[in-house]
């Protein structure tokens, strides 16, 4: 039988050949599909559709803090200067970017005081914003606000996100929304409150106070707002008050237990905690049990409209900051400060924040004013700056400073302000 013929073995210049057209084949399929990757992508990428400058409260703008384009650089407020760390371009995906970068809420958080950041763009719900017709540049993923912390006008201040509540320290100026927000003004001259009590008072950015809690209420210090104390005031002072066309707040304490008081034995003993650290006959109450403080604050509050006040001041309102005997959180308090707002108000009686700064921001809404003891001291007056953002009065009160270093400042942020001692007498010295 005759051997087959073996095909003939291919030479190795053939094969290289072979070998260079199959590669530049591939090499041709893979470069079409990168084509056509890049040309997809890019039909879809995202533009700017607008440049330019974002203003907020107190005229200042949204900066890159010293034009860093590090991932993680702060986002703060600085006067504008219309430098590339301030031109911020919007983006059809949402975004808004300043030197190349997004605007990123930390580490994607959903929650209220989540500081705002630069990071590289990565199409994430962290920086996907909404501006809204009211001013307002809301977070897609959290529906939190765009905001300036403490509603802080200074340079450097901090940017965060915070629950919406139609304050200035939200309202932003972009080259699409034309909403501008109003920045704190120092006070006019005051003019009187009106006298007649036809519904719930509400008193007025720069009117003059006075906070008397010890003696007999002398109304010749002059004032158009009296805080004087809801038990020992008398109801004919508080008419004689009202005679000279000013207004009276009633102090009650609500967040401590007083041993002189004439209800001190309506407190039942599982409501009363440790000791208030240099207040003698004093102890903090266990706000968490509003059933069992309600009927007492009620009562107390009944006794401020016999009486004919206009207001109410709740003293020691922030006991999840202090150590109380009981395990208060910040949303134990939170709701029990609500609660006795909603209380003044269904009896007619506008009610104060005392004190308690770290709630400010989540008060502001439920309280009519402020009244502070010490913010210059410790530095933290422009924590109150909500309420006079939102037209509602700050009654500061300074013990140790003298007026000279505490009134230019306190008269900027448009308090009312005075200078008194501890034991908060009749006598008083006015900015």
């Avoid at 924590?383 to 509602?392: D, E, Q, R, S, V």
Wanted: charged share 20%; glycine share 6%; net charge positive.
């Amino acid at each position: 039988m005759a051997d087959k013929k073996r095909p003939k073995k291919s030479t190795q210049k053939q094969l290289n050949h072979r070998h260079m057209i199959h590669g530049m084949i591939v090499l041709a399929v893979i470069m079409a599909g990168m084509i056509g990757f890049v040309v997809s992508t890019l039909s879809h990428a995202a533009s700017p559709t607008v440049t330019g400058q974002i203003k907020g409260i107190g005229d200042k703008c949204l900066d890159n803090r010293h034009a860093k384009s590090a991932n993680r650089n702060k986002i703060q407020m600085f006067d504008c200067n219309n430098t590339i760390a301030q031109h911020w371009s919007i983006f059809s995906d949402g975004s808004l970017r300043v030197q190349g970068k997004c605007l990123h809420v930390r580490g994607g958080s959903t929650k209220p005081r989540a500081i705002v950041q630069l990071y590289k763009c990565k199409n994430s719900q962290a920086q996907k914003w909404t501006i809204k017709t009211d001013g307002t540049i809301r977070n897609s993923s959290s529906g939190m606000c765009l905001d300036v912390r403490w509603g802080n006008t200074q340079n450097n201040a901090v940017v965060w996100t915070y629950a919406c509540n139609g304050t200035s320290a939200q309202k932003w100026i972009t080259p699409q929304i034309a909403a501008t927000p109003v920045a704190p003004q120092p006070p006019t001259t005051p003019q009187p409150s009106p006298a007649p009590v036809t519904s719930r008072w509400q008193p007025r950015v720069g009117e003059t106070w006075q906070y008397q809690l010890t003696g007999t209420v002398d109304l010749t210090k002059t004032a158009q707002v009296y805080n004087i104390d809801g038990f020992d005031t008398p109801a004919s002072k508080v008419a004689e008050i009202h005679r000279k066309g000013a207004r009276a707040i009633c102090y009650v304490n609500g967040g401590a237990w007083e041993d002189w008081r004439s209800d001190a034995n309506k407190f039942p003993v599982n409501v009363k905690g440790k000791n208030l650290d240099g207040w003698p006959g004093e102890k903090w109450l266990d706000t968490r049990n509003i059933t069992a403080l309600a009927p007492i604050m009620n009562a107390r509050l009944d006794l401020c409209v016999q009486k004919g006040f206009d207001a109410v001041e709740f003293d020691n309102v922030d006991g999840h900051i202090q150590d109380s005997g009981f395990a208060i959180n910040y949303s134990h308090q939170l709701a029990y400060n609500k609660w006795l707002a909603k209380a003044a108000h269904s009896k007619g009686l506008a009610v104060g924040l005392k004190n308690n700064l770290d709630q400010v921001r989540d008060l502001v809404t439920h309280y009519d004013f402020a009244v502070n003891e010490e913010c210059y001291q410790y530095d933290e007056c422009n924590m109150l700056t909500p309420f006079i953002n939102a037209g509602k009065p700050v009654f500061h009160v300074e013990y140790q400073p003298s007026t000279a270093q505490f009134c230019p400042t306190t008269k900027r942020l448009g308090f009312s302000s005075i200078r008194k001692s501890l034991d908060l007498p009749a006598t008083l010295t006015r900015c």
